[in-house]
């Protein structure tokens, strides 16, 4: 089983300085939920760990490596970024095939992730054709391609409506119930607070909160209130 | 090999991928017909006696869009950004989280587009030459020893240009750009042929260089070359710029 440790992650892009010093973990069997607002860092967060921008400074390592040195990627990781990462002139199903064959995976299991996305009958529409949820959905389908150990998530329930966000938080507990580590990003704090055990709190490139969902919600009435208190000041 | 395997995956079903191959076999064999009538009209008049040795050979010259426009969407296809509303996500991001490494990916994706190239090439040159004698019939060139390396040279300079088109591309990472500059500089207006009439110099280019694997006569050529020194030239060009395309690609933010 898998922790994701980030230790002391340092972003400068130009004269800018998007990560100073972020740190903490995802441990296995447990949701992570990474809060903040907008261009707090998250997803700068998830792009260094998993190799798609280079830290300035600082490690991310996924057990006792980096991603890129993974020998297999796809069991190891599923990630969703933004949007769907389909070409928009490619279907569903042809997207899946060439994750699939990218990690030697049998056919058959890109017809078993449409089923557990739900897309089975979008699978031959192309994904300029799908709506941002379904978007979403071809995108973990990709992610659960190699039924991986982690799954790396940036703002997941953007685009789903009430039942994807239910079907989404069931899945994600399911996943850390069998023991896998689950870490995702989300501006959303109400969605989050009912999905995630453990909270990382950042703000402005550093993380101002870092515990289980109790310790961090600590004495305020919700998390969301623990979260203003951490960003803003507010009491 | 499983990297290459996807990416081939990826072209196949990438319909601007198709687009390139339509366009590389039906240029040179539609521009064939149209010059090949016109030949044998020539012909028949006693305007001419024979076809010229470039028959064919100038048509698969521009041709070449095909491998350009393969080579540009193989990597610009990646880099496409989706509408803000569908999530604003590039495929790029799928490819290096499924093989992350940049190196990796890379040549993968240049070895698809070469195999790609040539395959391409191949079915374009039979098409072509195809065309060629059927119109021209009695009149149509005689193949011979001779022409089997300057077929190789047309599959040469095809693999060649989509690489090049690729490596561009890679700096890019916009495909319209590309992809205009080398079409204009194929179909229209040759800038590369116009310079060399300022220097000759301009021979070196990787397109002028490369047409001499297998053209013989260009037209107020102002260099001599053989059709080897021609190919080892291009190649040279192919290689500097994937070689520039790859650290850049490895050192930039995806």
Redesign the interface.
Known sequence: MEVITIDDLVKRRGSRTILSGISFQARPGRVTGLLGPNGAGKSSTL?VL?????ATSGTALIGSVP????RN??AT?G?V???????????GR??L???A????LPRARVDEVLEIVGLTNAASKRVGG?S?GM??RL?LA?ALLGDPEILVLDEPV??LDPDGIRWIRTLLRERAASGRTVLLSSHLMEELAATVDDVVVVNEGTVVADGTLDEVTGSHRTLEDAFFALTTGAP | M??L???V??LA????AWIAAAAGVLVPGVVAAITASSTRGAIARGAATVAGADTGYQELAFGVVGAIILGVVAIS?EH?T?SA???????I??S???????LRFLLAKVAAVAITGAVLAIIASGTTMGVIHVVLGEHTPAMGADDVPRLAGVVCYWVCTALLASGITVLTRHGVVPLAVLIANTSVVSVTYLLTKITPLANYLPDMAGVRMFIRKLPGSTAEMSPLTGGLVMTAWVAVLLVVAAISFT?R??
């Open positions: 792009r998993l190799g798609l921008d280079r991603f890129v040195k993974l990627p796809l990781v990630a970024l933004d949007g769907s990462g389909a070409h928009r002139a490619r279907t042809a997207h095939r060439w994750v064959r990218s990690a030697g799908y941002l978007g979403r995108g990709a953007n685009g | 499983r990297a395997a996807a990416e995956s990826k079903s990438l319909p601007a296809s496409f989706e509303e569908s999530g604003g996500g590039r495929q991001t799928t290096l989280t499924a093989v992350p490494s940049r050192r933010d995806a």
